[in-house]
């Protein structure tokens, strides 16, 4: 496969964007594994390489989540799904022989094992690129492939941790807060991702493959794009958030409405005034000398922000969104993840999706028109071994 361009269907629109395209994916925990779950979800056959022991997401949480039971965690099956298989020890002599002949044939090779894991193993980009010139080669790590802190073991929250982010979110100095939910590694997965899909498009035109890195704090930073910025090249930028009741811009907060739901409303600059005034039916304040522009209400923010709250809490949350969507006005619910899962417009767009057990997870950051993923939970661990070594042409027995 690695050594020709992917041969094109009779039919291209009827076959997935990534069809006929060969992934070694040797990852575990939560990063690495949404790299190859996305060229998986495209269509690539994406070949997870496990130790015999397999990877520790599969024990990571219970694998009972309500009504439905899996085999394996949530974690791994959601982050594995559309996955194959195969259990190699590189230790045996018979199953590098495996892995090597897979590499050979492979398009893209994905891990996130640590430095010395990977030297270990000898999985390292010079040695697989020296069997396969075409291979693309994606790691991820933790703080970087290079510099005093490349060995550094890297997770999720320590990445951002590192990045300034936990304080970034902190709404004060005093304590760093931390958003739950794999945050962080679900954002570097996706960007390393990205990267491969940027490295198969210049193999296509150079005919060599390359190595494409990415890193939790790199990815933190790059969230965080818009404060690095500000920090960066202005003078006692802050760099934390601030508490709903001491906002900044009382038009850029949240407010509990008359029925005990929240709205959240962003009325960012002086254009967007006049608009959120009629909208939000407060001409009654722009009478107070406090709040006559938008300039002033600025300056008095803390005040405008008790009263607002007065004024929402004295109709239910569809009436004020309704008039503000009216009179354009940037607004939306401040749902809970409860009221997503159940919420008509995610339902509308298929930004959920059931796997092929039971669980119910989130489909792919982008939609393809015409195209709809498969949904595949993620496989147990060496269930696909003869169908893969078969597929890819490869026997199990010793290189000599």
């Known amino acids: ?110 891990t996130n094992m640590s430095p010395t894991t990977v030297t270990k193993l000898g999985i390292d980009a010079d040695s697989l690129h020296a069997a396969n010139p075409r291979l693309v080669y994606a790691r ?46 679900v954002i570097t997965g996706t960007y390393l991702f990205s990267g491969v899909l940027a490295a198969l498009l210049r193999r296509a035109r150079t005919g060599r493959g390359e190595t494409v890195t990415g890193s939790l704090l790199q990815s933190a930073l790059w969230t965080q794009m818009g404060l690095v910025g500000s920090v ?41 005034w006049d608009a959120f005034v009629t909208g939000a039916q407060i001409e009654h304040l722009v009478a107070d000398p406090r709040f006559a522009t938008y300039a002033d209400m600025l300056d008095h923010s803390r ?25 354009g006005v940037w607004c939306g619910p401040v749902n809970r993840l409860g009221d997503v899962l159940t919420d008509e417009q995610v339902a509308a767009n298929h930004y959920l999706t059931t796997l092929s057990d039971g669980l119910r997870t989130v489909s792919m950051p982008f939609t393809l028109d015409g195209f709809e993923p498969s949904a595949a939970a993620g496989p147990d661990l060496d269930a696909d071994r003869d169908a893969v070594l078969r597929d890819w042409g490869v026997d199990s027995s010793p290189r000599p």
């Open 232 to 272: 960066a090249n202005t003078k006692d930028a802050s760099t934390t958030g601030r508490p709903r009741t001491d906002p900044r811009n009382a038009l850029l907060n949240q407010y509990r409405a008359g029925d005990g739901r929240w709205i959240a409303v962003a009325a960012v600059n002086a254009r967007a």
């Open 1 to 110: 496969m690695s050594g020709e361009s992917i041969a094109p269907s009779p039919d291209p629109a009827s076959e997935p964007p990534l069809a006929g395209l060969r992934v070694v994916d040797m990852t575990i925990w939560m990063a690495g594994p949404v790299t190859g779950m996305l060229l998986a979800d495209l269509g690539a056959d994406v070949v997870k390489v496990e130790s015999t022991n397999g990877d520790p997401t599969r024990s990571h949480t219970a694998p009972t989540a309500g009504s439905v039971t899996t085999k394996t965690s949530i974690s791994y099956s959601t982050f594995n799904r559309n996955k194959r298989s195969i259990a190699l020890d590189l230790s045996s002599s018979a199953d590098r022989g495996t892995f090597d002949r897979m590499i050979e044939q492979a398009d893209v090779f994905i």
């Open 303 to 327: 005040e405008m922000r008790v009263e607002l709250d007065r004024h929402f809490a004295t109709q239910p949350a569809d009436h004020w969104l309704e008039r503000l969507r009216e009179h």
């Open 140 to 185: 991820g790590s933790g703080l970087g492939p290079t510099g005093p802190r490349a060995n550094d073991l890297t997770q999720d929250m320590t990445g951002m941790a590192y990045a300034g982010m936990l304080f970034a979110l902190s709404p004060d100095q005093e304590q760093p807060f931390a958003p739950p939910g794999a945050l962080n590694d």
